[in-house]
């Protein structure tokens, strides 16, 4: 090879990269124009519905991302509070889960949707006097119940709420 003859030579240049021009639309392999505008038109009816969607605790406006085959939402206010899944022409969510923290507890209760149209409701508590790395994997399972999805108030008070979950507990 040789000396190099100046500093010049011994730094290489970076090597150019050139991103592919965009055509308008990129399709997958296999997809035609008909379906791809097809699935467009079903993105933004979802983004149009999820849009309008609230926060069933507090009202806030719900964000997060939607995509062809679904939409993972959580609450703008607090995202620990409410989160849920929609999918394209459903009214109601796949899944959700709901979380309501008092002084020493955390309710939890997760939502999912079952091929009747139906819900399993599945309640947990949390001790919240626990490490934070350690409360999930000690948290309790009160109940499991199948019917409508259980929305809690946020207003509802610690012993309201336990009420509520022991009517449930007894007619369910």
């Known amino acids: 090879m040789g000396k190099p003859n100046s500093f010049k030579d011994l730094i290489k240049p ?5 991103a592919p021009k965009l055509t308008g639309s990129i399709l997958k392999p296999g997809m035609t124009t008909e379906q791809f505008l097809a699935q467009k038109v079903k993105q933004k009816e979802l983004e149009r519905f999820c ?6 605790l507090c009202d806030a406006q719900l964000d997060g991302g939607v ?23 459903m009214l109601e969510p796949v899944n959700s889960s709901i979380r309501i923290s008092y002084d020493c507890n955390q309710y939890e209760v997760l939502h999912f949707r079952t091929q009747s149209g139906s819900y399993i409701n599945s309640v947990f508590v949390i001790d919240l006097t626990m490490r934070v790395d350690l409360r999930h994997k000690f948290k309790k399972k009160m109940f499991d119940f199948e019917g409508s999805r259980l929305i809690i108030p946020k207003t509802t008070t610690e ?14």
């Not at 849009?51 to 069933?56: K, L, V």
């Open 14 to 18: 970076a090597p150019q990269v050139v």
């Open 51 to 56: 849009n309008n969607q609230r926060c069933p």
């Open 67 to 89: 995509h062809p085959g679904e939409a993972r939402l959580f609450c703008r206010a607090n995202p620990e509070e409410y989160t849920c899944v929609f999918t394209p022409n």
């Open 159 to 172: 012993t309201g709420l336990l009420s509520k979950l022991k009517t449930y507990i007894i007619f369910s």
